[in-house]
């Protein structure tokens, strides 16, 4: 994929701000499957340094709460406001995904890039914390690591070369995320999809400086790419 709005921004401010595979890639990607429309109220969350917030505030016109438990958000706001933006267009926030702050039906669109496989595995959370803070006909988008297919009964070497098993627990495959998000009847799963950007993006991401992918690079330079993929979820609340 050519990603034209992401080679707008710096390399050495997203490599600087990444916490894993190239967050603003997979968002351009993921938007370009599933566009949002200017004027949107949308919830960022997980959004670890902000770079997502900050792409989707510039480049699709929408109003952002950035929302992450464990970067402080006041950083956050210094980014934003070293990008311009406005304290209209983005609100940066501390919040637990199961504790979030905002009234229902409060959202157009929720994204959440690089997180949902942390809280979202548990089959209740979607409907119980998620889903009532989005409007009727709103949407909710989202790219999870994931597997080609479930290894967990036999995981390979060479995964096991960077992560433990139980760090390999998030990861699953496009079936598994289909039952655990059937589970809330009142979300439409639109689309669960293999995104194209894996390569790239995790290429992005291990030759960046960040102590936790030069830990992945042992794996991922042993072949474990290859059990692995990057899921982009769609889904409307009805």
């Not at 707008?8 to 599933?34: Q, R, S, V, W």
């Not at 959370?125 to 803070?133: I, M, Q, V």
Request: charged share 25%; with cysteine.
């Amino acid at each position: 994929m050519n990603y034209i709005k992401s080679k707008k921004y710096d390399n050495h401010f997203i490599y600087d701000c990444m916490m894993g595979p190239n967050a603003m890639k997979l968002l351009e990607e993921l938007l370009t499957l599933h566009p949002i429309s200017s004027g949107e109220t949308v919830l960022d969350l997980g959004c670890g340094m902000g770079i997502t917030a900050i792409f989707v505030t510039k480049e699709y016109g929408v109003r952002v709460f950035a929302s992450d438990l464990w970067i402080d958000p006041s950083d956050n706001k210094k980014r934003f406001d070293d990008m311009g933006l406005s304290s209209h267009q983005i609100i940066p926030l501390k919040a637990e995904a199961h504790q979030l702050p905002f009234a229902n039906e409060f959202f157009d669109t929720v994204i959440s890039i690089d997180s949902y496989h942390y809280f979202g595995l548990d089959k209740d959370y979607l409907g119980r914390h998620l889903l009532p803070l989005v409007k009727h006909g709103g949407r909710i988008l989202i790219v999870v690591p994931g597997m080609k297919k479930d290894i967990h009964s036999d995981i390979p070497p060479e995964m096991l070369l960077s992560w433990r098993a139980e760090d390999l627990e998030t990861l699953h495959d496009a079936a598994y995320w289909q039952r655990i998000l059937e589970a809330t009847p009142d979300a439409e799963i639109l689309s669960i999809e293999e995104m194209a950007g894996f390569d790239e993006c995790w290429n992005d991401w291990l030759s960046c400086d960040n102590e936790y992918a030069v830990k992945d690079r042992k794996a991922m330079e042993a072949g474990a790419g290859k059990y692995m993929n990057l899921l982009a979820i769609a889904l409307r609340r009805k």
